[in-house]
């Protein structure tokens, strides 16, 4: 395998540290050329120091000072730094990388990975937000520059395994049923409030949110993972993924997550992918693709592993959930509209400003307001994007006031 020549965006991130945890264990196979951060100087400094990427970006123009201030200290001014969006955009689309983990989180990450798309590059799509947001323009992007996509979402990872190698080479523009697929198994292991009585779910803290059962994750995602928003965006990139209509897209309860995804076929077969819940195997999996490489996963053991349980879903407790889906059949402006509302609702969540219970009455309201809005290219994903945001921090201000 030739050496690959790796931008991480969002190296700080749980999903950017998993990346750098498996390129560590093969230095021979990737070379770490560009690594971003938002604020967090002192992880992104240290990654520089073991990784020795040309260039360092953060996205505060304060925090990139201080980074620059440090690496000269320790003798590593060779490492440019860099700020602000312009400078991820470069990076991404930068002739000195062929593979881009496009792992910031939110739609902060839209316009660097859509870069990364523009550029033809391998793009390594954890940034699911970016995917909701955009949906085809998005696609027809990796259309006309031949870009590749390959999932790091466990669930989207484990289905493209799960599918044949004709379906693999067209991520984006799949034929799944003329390969016989009948259905995509979403599965979700229901988060931390899985068995809570729904009405407790109004009083959960942000802490009891953020402590999922199996994953390891950031922040908002966490938060993602117990509305059941998570398996929302992802329902709606597997749409755009696997070019899937929602209805052969059935989220299924299983909450050992040791089953990752499945595929069913017409002839009666299902194909699961399985294995410990560990993001560093579908990361390496992504970064070797078509080879395999070492994760530093272990193997699954059958004997200790407790029995698979699977269930419907129920969505009285994951109303965010039935949301999505409903925004996915809607179309871009309720995804779009969706995704921002989210974004802000968890952020409020996460400090404290809004009930638990409550994130999905602000999504919902967003989405009713903005879903007959047009979206037809990427400054129109902008703007809206923009827009809701506005609309739900004046929500937020009025809901301060009120409760
Ligand atoms: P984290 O919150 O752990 O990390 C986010 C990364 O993005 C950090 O490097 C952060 O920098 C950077 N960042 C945050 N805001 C900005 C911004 N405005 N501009 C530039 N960079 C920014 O997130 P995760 O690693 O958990 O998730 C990353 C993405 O991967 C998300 O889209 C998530 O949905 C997806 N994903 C994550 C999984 C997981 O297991 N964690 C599983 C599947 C998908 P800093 O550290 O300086 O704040």
């Known amino acids: 395998m030739k050496q690959r020549q790796l931008c991480i965006l969002g190296a700080t991130g749980s ?20 690594l971003s951060a938002n604020t967090n ?3 992104l400094y240290s990654m520089c120091q073991q990784f020795l990427p040309k ?44 593979t881009v983990m496009a792992a910031i989180v939110g739609a902060s990450g839209l316009m660097p ?61 799949c034929q799944l049923k003329d ?32 402590k999922h059962p199996n994953w390891d994750m950031g922040r908002k995602i966490s938060v993602d993972s117990a509305t059941m928003m998570n398996k929302g965006l992802e329902f709606i990139e597997a749409k755009w993924l696997f070019n899937i209509e929602p209805e052969q897209i059935q989220v299924v309860l299983h909450p050992q997550s040791t089953i990752h995804s499945m595929v069913q076929y017409k002839d009666g077969s299902v194909i699961a992918q399985m294995g410990n819940p560990d993001m560093r195997t579908p990361i390496a999996h992504a970064l070797a693709y078509p080879e395999r490489i070492d994760a530093g996963v272990a193997p699954l053991d ?38 921002a509302a989210n974004e802000i609702a968890v952020d409020a969540f996460l ?13 919902e309201t967003s989405v009713n307001k903005f879903v007959s809005e047009k979206v037809g290219n990427i400054d129109d994903v902008l703007v809206l994007d923009k827009k809701v945001r506005c609309f739900v921090k004046q929500l937020l201000d009025e809901y301060e006031v009120n409760v």
């Open 41 to 43: 100087v002192d992880k």
């Open 351 to 363: 400090n404290k400003q809004l009930k638990f219970t409550d994130i999905c009455k602000i999504n």
């Open 302 to 339: 059958f004997f200790s592993t407790p029995s698979f349980e699977f269930q419907a879903v129920d969505f009285k407790r994951y109303p965010n959930l039935e949301l999505a889906i409903r925004a996915c059949k809607l179309g871009q402006a309720a995804c779009t509209a969706l995704n």
């Open 113 to 173: 990975t859509l870069a990364a798309v523009n550029a033809g590059k391998r793009v390594l799509l954890a940034n699911k937000e970016a995917l909701v947001t955009s949906g085809q323009i998005f696609l027809d992007a990796v259309k006309a520059s031949g870009a590749e996509l390959l999932p790091i979402d466990s669930e989207h990872n484990a289905i493209f395994q799960c599918l044949p190698d004709v379906e693999q080479q067209q991520v984006g523009f």
């Open 55 to 98: 260039v360092a970006v953060m996205a505060c123009a304060k925090a990139a000072n201080q980074l620059a201030i440090k690496l000269s200290r320790s003798g590593l001014a060779s490492i440019d730094v860099k700020s602000g969006e312009q400078a991820l955009i470069d990076i991404a689309a930068s002739s000195h990388t062929d």
């Open 179 to 210: 390969n016989g697929v009948s259905k995509v198994l979403l599965t979700g292991s229901g988060g931390p409030f899985r068995t809570k009585a729904i009405e407790e779910l109004s009083s959960v803290t942000p802490e009891q949110a953020c």
């Open 15 to 34: 999903i950017g540290e998993s990346t750098l945890d498996v390129v560590s264990r093969h230095p021979d196979l990737f070379n770490v050329v560009a």
